[in-house]
């Protein structure tokens, strides 16, 4: 709590307004990813890919907890009880999962700018920050390696397994913009050193995942869309069914308390 | 080596080496379905190290094992004779049914002329094994020790609780509760009970007789 004594109002609602996006980013993917358990082509990516929704789940759990010493709201209730207007996550992970490489893919994409943007973060003057993000960084990094490894069997693979990962950066490309568009005020919050610039880890970004795809992988960039004109409270018509099936059982018993 | 009944359609299989501490033997832990070498390792990392400890894996493609109980190379002597090449190769060995995690311990290297004689040798030094197992140091697929790996593939275990099944009481009564009232098994391989009453007797819960002075 001292840590957050030394923010002013609004930077307090700033940051509140940021981790909740981080943490949206999070849950959204990480039930995407969910959906696969079961379904992935070999049982032990079926195992990979659950480690890695439920890391990402951790994260979400660790940006709400420093949520929760600033307003004192509770992530449970955040999770599952927020509509669709609530949830402020990009659109790049709402999308539906697609095949294996548009997981992979999205996977991939993802993780560079989250492994980056902690590893960033690791540098903030907000202390709790700080701390999560040399947690979180940790297992970040191993999912990059994990999904940069499956991006380049599948881009360098057979036809089919090229096609399918070229098609799915042809649709993810442009929704990568998202990510690095900063949340109303974020800006006094980078001048505070407690959140990274986007502009750096756009650039720092940028030059991993662009020649890993086209140098590595032989895959063409799409050509640039324009930013993302619309923010963080605008979804594609995927978000409501996909919170309708992940708040089903909080909300049809909303008073358990052990689950 | 011979082949399976019911061949394996997926992908190549790798037996899993993992290492729980710095100067603690490798273990064998389970096997892995990959594709390549750093696939194996990766895919070893994620089912077999998210909870427990390790500080190292290694992967060895299944094909590159030769492992014989004293009754396989008695039905079959022939195969102390396998060809391979020729080097350094590593040896396992499982002593004992009890332990249901790991099943083989690397106990340390030989050199043998190639993989029968390895086993050869591995059977001479340590006949009372229930398996021994050999394979070439060069079919060895190791994780990196640089401080990054480390960090990313090993360190966040070491901050996760590992919860058994009985830590999520859900259905019913939580398995704490029963054992505070005594109706739990207060050790492993206790004799059951219905209710009070126990089902049968077992040697081990006769009670001692004195040692008389």
Redesign the interface.
Known sequence: MTAAMTLTPNQTETLVRKLTALADDEIILAHRDGEWTGHAP????D??LA?IAQ?ELGHAGMYLELRRELDGSDPDRLAFFRDVDGFTNVRLVELPKGDWAFTMLRQYLFDAYEALWLDAARASTYAPLTEVAA?AV??E??HL??TA?WVE?LALGTDESHRRTQNALNELWPYTAQLFQPVQDEEGLVEAGILPDLAGVRGRWEALVVPHLTQKCGLMLPAASAAAAAGRDTHTEHLAPLLAEMQSVARAVPNAE?? | MTAPAHPDTQWPRWEVFKQDAPNRPYQAVGSVHAGDPDHALLTARNVFVRRPAAVSLWTVREADILTATPEEVEANPAVLDTPGEAGTYHLGLKRTHKRSMTFVDLVGTLEASGPGDALRQAREQHPDALTWLVFPESAVVRTDDDPGTVESWFAPAKDKTYKQQQYYGVIGRHVGELKREGRMPQRVNEEPHVGDHKVYDHPHDAVAKKVQP
């Open positions: 070999i049982l032990e990516e195992i990979a480690n890391d947690k940790r297992e990094k191993f390696q994990h490894l069997r052990v689950w």
